[in-house]
């Protein structure tokens, strides 16, 4: 009898271990997820996420002749670029992928506003800010770049402003639109303050 009483608590004991095992190891895999394991540096953001920095001195002139600041945009989303007045086929893919970044975020779309810092003094001519209404277009004080880290040159990004006025990410020369689609929209689904 006494045999079968040690099976019996042998059976038991591993019974008991197996149940608390399948309730302890999630919880050791997710502190191993969460406090060890890290995904190899993979991230799932297109543009270049930038150490948050607050915009200060980003001012300028407006087309029509009004004072501009980068205050005026507080609340929403900003998509920036900057480039000659004179507009070459390289600005010209740039503004036409931020209208049509723009017009893919559908209902969320007023939430994200374009903004083009002119370089120099040369004036955008009126035909070809026909095909990108909407886009502000400021002719920028020398300050305001400097505000903008380039890595080579300032006119090969698209840079991201966040809501609060920071400038937050950046897209590379030549960015795939699709891409920049998806980043800014997770932006706007998560973000709570513009």
């Not at 980003?58 to 007045?85: H, P, R, Y």
């Not at 903004?115 to 990108?132: R, S």
């Not at 990004?157 to 689609?181: E, H």
Request: aromatic share 10%; charged share 20%; glycine share 8%.
């Amino acid at each position: 009898m006494s045999n079968v009483s040690q099976s019996e608590n042998k059976r038991f004991r591993i019974k008991l271990l197996l149940l608390f095992a399948l309730f302890a190891l999630p919880v050791a895999a997710s502190y191993v997820a969460y406090y060890i394991w890290t995904p190899g540096g993979k991230t799932s953001n297109y543009g270049e996420l930038l150490p948050v920095q607050m915009l200060a001195g980003v001012t300028g002139i407006q087309a029509g002749g009004a004072a501009f600041s980068l205050d005026q945009f507080k609340g929403k989303w900003v998509m920036v670029e900057f480039d000659s007045g004179k507009c070459d086929a390289y600005c010209r893919e740039k503004l036409y992928t931020m209208r049509q970044v723009r017009t893919a975020q559908g209902a969320e779309r007023d939430r994200v506003q374009r903004l083009w810092l002119v370089t120099d003094n040369v004036v955008p001519v009126p035909e070809l800010m026909a095909g990108y209404a909407g886009t502000t277009v400021v002719t920028a004080d020398k300050a305001a770049s400097a505000e903008f880290p380039a890595n080579g040159r300032i006119e090969d990004y698209i840079y991201l402003v966040d809501p609060l006025g920071n400038l937050m990410m950046r897209f590379p020369k030549n960015p795939n639109p699709s891409a920049m689609i998806k980043d800014i929209k997770h932006l706007l689904k998560t973000s709570q303050i513009g």
